[in-house]
């Protein structure tokens, strides 16, 4: 690039230094107004990948025709009890509904009256014909209760337990359990403890499952992807609703909310944790690392404006060019700060080399002018080459990093050779009464000359003896393994999949009615396929024995359930009905041992302590017992008459789950087995696609993700190396030239993956952008080293260059590595691997690079300059 004149560029901008700044200014000012007005960040994950990919076009399809798989709420109702996990979710579900604005749909997956009529059904004959069985003998208990649903009718149908001992029906240990029971639950009431009492666990004889104490209700939210947190307008009115609702008094239940809507909010919701903290500490870093650079702070005041009024021009045509930032594009700023301060910082320390040798402030800017020009143009056009390679791929979230990084190279170039030496002039920094190299390190440079071969022997015998472990580089481009471990939409998540609730390893297809049992017949003879779901799935089996079960039960249960109540009962009869029980129950476990003995003497005594206490104690104990029963009473009523279930008879909640508008059906297609390796889940996901190639779901979207984003990177990086090559070579004009630039770039990046893989540390579809940055920031690094070479230059690590390579490494490593603190999975590794990356190229360009090249091809002659009084061009 001799045929441009860099010194006579700062000489006329200096000469304009008004001008320049003027400009500079509203280019501040326009670009400032620009980001308040248009600032905008879509934070939708499924728009970082092209939408004209065929398996996103699939996609896009299945999330069209069913939105409530991609982007819902799942709200999971726990309590202590099933009956009162049924009835919260009940409560909730009604208080959603309504609530247009904030949700387009609530399903109580798990209730309505549809479930409640016919629920019975949905259980096999063998548990179907147990409880039927268990129902007909509770029928006089039932029979008792619904006539005196009090603590006295509570009485009478203990005392038919008691009788039934003492008669000798019953043996007097089976009443051990249905007693501590009783007992426990009196003793809570006793205590103030929260009470609860589960008439389906006494019947049962079995306690309750997690399964059966949680309800999940579906919610279509109204999403606005414009905000961080796009659905956090319907998970506030959730939340509010929960409170309004008062299900925690009055059922004990808790709400957690999860699914893709939670997941995603809690995700950047995490993005903005420490930010403010973070920012200012490590902006203070970056002032140090400046300041130690630099050594002034007018110096650093002119480099830290260069690059903040780049930085937000950069800003403004990024939104103009792509209209919205999304999760991964917003990381320009970063490459920005890093490659800004590089162009920065290597000028400046240019020019106090010249400042050193010349002591004329001006003179200094141009001879620094003329010695950086060449190779920080080259590096900034290689680096900006290097990220638009990353245009032409289908990580449309990469692409449009890479868009706004390039033009943002350019920009910090401007600013570097324009705005800064015109700010340096200005604002007149003392003379440098000190050179700047590191004359310590020249028995280091003299050792890597004589041992040059062996370093670049050694180099290349490590990094190619361990190219084999790069076939273990881990991949996880799964987006919800980058979810917050500990943050309630995952912890719900996991519970729900360890429940067997949800899965994240089925996937879906999309067909004509009358191609559905094909497909399921074909996917249903894969060795991964555990079988398939369909809206037929959900018309009970073996309708007419269970309705003959349920029948034969009814005949028995109708007559309990309509018995006529009888009058309430005072206190006092409570009191009287309480104390007899207590008897019954001393005198029929008298001086015997064993379990039911001691249940009996618990619950007399508690029974006891009761009808002595005050008449609260007794309404809250009633209410304990009777809440739930009238809960599980109204159940079995509605289900002792279902009717005969065909796919016409499903609910349309149901249905809307499996039949899209268009009338194409779904069928789900599940993993065989418990939990999917990653290799275990491709092998699912190539098998399903190879019978059924239009499949989609969480299964083929995780694998299909994984390939796109890999893909991407690979043609990117054959671009960029492809784009960089030729730059090179139409720059320096010599193959050896171009490869001694590009083999230490290749060395650094090979040295990165292979310790990644060696320590299992996984890409994912974050931290990946950390291979342009290593892109970037390498290649000028490479560059630098190579034009000083071309000039004839050695000895570099006592040279100002390494001064300037070295802080500009510092700069960027503050920059990356403070991400590495971040609380998001995501973000942390991406600062990981930047740091990694960083250490590599910063140790490939000081220490293998100049090993590499070798003595200068044509050495200055003596009394010439040495490389930091050089003032020629390249």
């Excluded at 005196?148 to 009485?155: E, F, I, K, N, V």
């Excluded at 700047?436 to 440079?445: K, P, T």
């Excluded at 005594?605 to 008449?615: F, T, V």
Aim: hydrophobic share 50%; with cysteine.
């Amino acid at each position: 690039m001799s045929y441009v004149n860099f010194a006579a560029i700062i000489d006329f901008c200096i000469r304009r230094a008004w001008l320049i700044v003027l400009i500079s200014v509203l280019v501040l000012a326009g670009s400032a107004a620009y980001v308040a007005k248009h600032f905008a960040i879509n934070t939708d994950i499924n728009a970082l990948l092209s939408p004209n990919l065929p398996w996103r076009t699939r996609e896009v399809a299945y999330e069209k025709a069913f939105p409530e798989q991609a982007t819902s709420i799942l709200a999971v109702v726990s309590a202590p009890t099933a009956e009162f996990a049924g009835a919260a979710a009940a409560a909730l579900a009604s208080r959603l509904q309504p609530q247009t604005a904030y949700f387009r749909s609530v399903w109580n997956a798990e209730g309505g009256e549809f479930f409640a009529r016919n629920g019975l059904l949905y259980l096999s004959q063998e548990d179907l014909a147990g409880r039927m069985q268990k129902l007909r003998r509770a029928a006089p208990l039932i029979r008792t209760l619904v006539s005196d649903p009090s603590l006295r009718g509570l009485a009478q149908a203990l005392g038919m337990s008691i009788d039934g001992v003492a008669a000798g029906r019953i043996a007097l240990d089976e009443t051990a359990r249905p007693l501590n029971m009783v007992a426990q639950t009196i003793e809570d009431v006793l205590n103030g403890r929260d009470a609860t009492f589960s008439w389906q666990t006494l019947v049962n004889g079995t306690q309750a499952t997690a399964q059966q104490l949680t309800q999940v209700i579906q919610i279509l939210p109204a999403l606005n992807f414009g905000a961080l947190e796009p659905g956090r307008a319907a998970t506030e009115a959730v939340s509010r609703t929960v409170a309004a609702a008062h299900l925690k008094s009055r059922y004990g239940a808790a709400l957690h909310l999860t699914g893709t809507i939670p997941l995603a909010d809690a995700e950047f919701a995490t993005l903005q944790q420490g930010v403010l903290l973070n920012s200012v500490i490590t902006g203070l870093i970056i002032l140090f690392v400046l300041w130690l650079a630099l050594r002034s702070a007018r110096i650093v005041l002119a480099v830290v404006i260069a690059i903040f009024i780049g930085l937000v021009a950069t800003a403004a045509l990024g939104l103009l060019l792509v209209g919205a930032f999304n999760p991964i594009s917003v990381a320009f700023a970063m490459l920005f700060v890093g490659l800004g301060a590089d162009f920065a910082i290597q000028f400046s320390v240019r020019y106090r080399t010249e400042r050193h040798e010349s002591g004329v402030l001006n003179l200094s800017l141009s001879n620094g002018a003329r010695y950086v020009g060449p190779p920080l143009t080259l590096a900034a056009l290689a680096a900006a080459a290097g990220f638009l390679s990353l245009v032409p791929t289908n990580y449309r979230g990469v692409a449009e990093l890479g868009l706004i990084a390039g033009v943002g190279m350019i920009v910090a170039y401007i600013a570097a050779m324009t705005l800064l030496p015109v700010l340096l002039s200005l604002f007149n920094p003392p003379a440098e009464p000190r050179p700047l190299g590191y004359h310590a390190m020249a028995g280091v440079d003299r050792f890597m000359q004589r041992h040059r071969i062996a370093i670049v022997t050694a180099t290349s015998i490590v990094v190619l003896a361990a190219l084999p472990s790069l076939i273990f580089l881990k991949f996880n481009f799964n987006p919800n393994s980058l979810q917050i471990p500990n943050s309630e939409a995952v912890k719900t998540l996991q519970e729900l999949q360890a429940n067997k609730r949800l899965s994240f390893e089925s996937a879906d297809t999309l067909t004509p009615p009358a191609d559905a049992a094909a497909v399921a017949k074909r996917v249903s003879a894969l060795p991964q396929v555990a079988g398939t779901r369909s809206l037929n799935s959900f018309v009970p089996a073996d309708q007419p024995e269970k309705r003959e079960l349920i029948a034969a039960a009814a005949v028995v249960l109708d007559p309990a359930l309509q018995t006529k109540p009888v009058a309430k009962p005072s206190d006092a009869e409570d009191i009287a009905a309480l104390k007899g029980d207590a008897n019954g129950l001393r005198q029929i476990a008298g001086n015997a041992s064993g379990a039911g003995a001691e249940a009996a003497r618990r619950l007399a005594n508690d029974m006891d302590a009761l009808a002595n206490g005050d008449p609260g104690l007794r309404q809250r104990a009633q209410a304990t017992f009777i809440t739930p029963l009238e809960i599980d009473l109204q159940q079995i009523s509605a289900s002792l008459h279902p009717q005969a279930v065909t796919a016409a008879d499903l609910p349309g909640d149901i249905v809307r789950q499996w039949v899209a508008p268009n009338g194409l059906v779904r069928t789900e297609i599940l993993f065989k087995g418990s939990n999917a390796s990653v290799e275990a889940a491709r092998s699912f996901a190539r098998a399903v696609l190879s019978v059924e190639p239009n499949a989609t779901g969480e299964a083929i979207v995780i694998y299909e993700w994984g390939r796109t984003v890999t893909a991407a990177f690979i043609k990117a990086g054959i671009i960029a190396i492809c784009s960089i090559a030729v730059l090179l070579w139409l720059v320096l004009r010599r193959v050896r030239d171009v490869l001694l630039t590009l083999v230490p770039l290749l060395v650094a990046a090979a040295a990165t993956l292979e310790i990644c893989a060696l320590t299992g540390f996984a890409l994912n579809y974050a931290n990946i952008i950390a291979l342009p940055a290593l892109l970037g920031v390498g290649v000028a690094f490479k560059i630098y080293y190579v034009v000083a070479w071309r000039r004839g230059e050695s000895n570099f690590l006592q040279s100002s260059l390494t001064r300037a390579v070295f802080f500009s490494a510092l700069m960027t490593a503050t920059a990356f590595g403070s991400l590495w603190f971040s609380a998001h999975p995501g973000i942390s590794s991406m600062g990981k691997l930047l740091a990694l990356s960083l250490a590599c190229t910063l140790a490939s360009a000081a220490l293998f690079q100049p090993a590499l090249m070798g003595p200068p091809r044509a050495s200055k002659p003596a009394g010439t300059p040495t490389s930091d009084q050089s003032q020629s061009a390249a």
